[in-house]
């Protein structure tokens, strides 16, 4: 299965960009994507893996190399690993737009959002366009032949390409295991950034019980025995490398006396379920996390359809009123979203209030549903896919 959806929106990138940066999480399928969408161009194309030692050596002068390829794409898969390349990239662009081309010079891939960002943005300024690959979405895995949609196999095993579509649970599990110890392992030393594995691995499975909440970080510190600003570092590493997302809270100008914090969720329920060592979905069912794994699940699948016109945040009070999230459209509105796994929702006077404080013009309940309905005041009563078709229409 390839991201179908996701095809063209970069290869429009490609044909008005000089350089697109598609990001994501490890294994999410970059790779796969961008070869995917090669024959389709109308140039041909040099792919360079920068974990490769014999690729690496390629660029020992980068400018000679890389100038060579004129009206040909370059793909630099794990970009990341060679931050020096982004200074040689302007200036091969510079030179080519003053001799016409324009578009379609460089595709780079990288798993590392935070060093990518930083250190491209300051140096290709007006070259290039950030694109975002998520696992897959409940967008992505709807079958339009059946009508069909397998949502809870989507949440329990997340939605990275081989955990959703491995033979069993137990594979997808197997699959999970190795994919943690790798990051753990592997992926986060790779970077040169003196991470201790043992502490980072305690805090990734202590931060799994804290999914869906404000976490105390120097509670967390004092029980692994480590300094706040360490937990903070860690924290925000996980973040940079797309398996945490922090959901700020809503900063209105309200006299209530508001939560500050960052509401934390893990980004791919499956690693979640794996962290919290739930194997079995049935166990899920009875698990006490059920209810914040099945609200991040959701605030994820609606988060990832959005683009940076939109902004996101949750909103709570000191005394726990709360609303899930609060977007804020392209078109300047307000759009509450509170996320229910029954289908029949009670809501009561402080999600009203509540929706009061932050000028909501339309007022959601996510459900388990395929239903669309209007309840009490005019809040309406969704399922995903139909809100997803929705937001998609902005």
Same mark, same amino acid.
């Given at each position: ?24 999480? $490890? ?6 994507? %961008? ?8 140039? %041909? ?17 980068? %400018? ?9 794409? +370059? +793909? ?13 990239? $302007?200036?091969? =662009? ?25 250190? %491209? ?29 397998? #949502? ?23 699959? $999970? ?19 201790? *594995? *043992? ?7 202590? #931060? ?10 120097? /509670?967390?510190?004092?029980? @692994? ?32 006396? @508001? +939560? ?6 893990? $980004? ?14 049935? =166990? ?5 996390? #059920? ?7 959701? =605030?994820?699948?609606?988060?990832? +359809?959005?683009?940076?016109?939109? /902004? ?16 804020? !459209?392209?078109?300047?509105? !307000? ?60």
């Amino acid at each position: 299965m390839i991201y179908r959806n996701q095809q063209q929106e970069l290869i429009t990138a490609l044909d008005q960009m000089p350089i697109v940066a598609l990001l994501g999480p $490890r294994q999410v399928g970059k790779t796969t994507l %961008s070869l995917a969408i090669l024959p389709t161009l109308q140039k %041909s194309a040099i792919y360079l893996d920068l974990e490769k030692e014999a690729d690496q050596r390629k660029l020992a002068d980068p %400018s000679y190399f890389l100038g060579q390829f004129n009206g040909q794409l +370059v +793909v630099l898969d794990e970009v990341q690993r060679m931050p020096d390349l982004f200074l040689v990239l $302007r200036s091969i =662009v510079d030179e080519r737009r003053r001799e016409g081309e324009r578009t379609g010079h460089f595709l780079l891939l990288g798993s590392a959002s935070k060093e990518l960002v930083q250190a %491209s943005s300051e140096t290709l300024a007006g070259r290039i366009r950030f694109l975002e690959l998520h696992p897959f979405t409940a967008t992505e895995l709807w079958d339009y032949e059946k009508s069909a949609y397998h #949502l809870d196999r989507h949440w329990f095993r997340g939605g990275f390409p081989d955990s959703y579509l491995a033979i069993s649970d137990l594979e997808s599990w197997r699959w $999970r295991a190795d994919f943690v110890q790798t990051y753990l392992e592997k992926d986060i030393p790779s970077m040169g950034l003196g991470v201790s *594995t *043992t502490q980072l691995s305690r805090f990734w499975s202590m #931060l799994a019980h804290f999914h869906g909440q404000q976490v105390n970080l120097s /509670s967390i510190a004092r029980s @692994l025995g480590l300094s706040h600003t360490s937990i903070k570092n860690y924290l925000d590493l996980l973040t940079d490398f797309y398996m945490v997302r922090q959901l700020k809270p809503w900063a209105g100008n309200l006299k209530k006396r @508001l +939560v500050k914090s960052p509401k934390i969720y893990f $980004r791919d329920t499956g690693i979640l379920h794996k962290l919290l060592q739930i194997s079995e979905y049935d =166990v899920l069912l009875g698990h006490p996390t #059920l209810g914040a794994s099945w609200e991040g699940f959701m =605030v994820e699948q609606i988060l990832a +359809v959005l683009d940076d016109r939109w /902004s996101c945040s949750y909103y709570r009070t000191s005394t726990q009123v709360e609303l899930d999230l609060v977007l804020q !459209t392209p078109k300047n509105e !307000t759009w509450v979203v509170e996320i229910k796994r029954g289908t029949m929702p009670k809501l009561g006077r402080g999600f009203f209030e509540a929706c009061q404080d932050v000028g909501a013009v339309r007022r959601f309940v996510l459900c388990n549903t395929t239903e669309h309905l209007v309840l009490a005041r005019d809040t309406e009563q969704i399922g995903l896919l139909d809100l997803i078709g929705l937001l998609k229409t902005l």
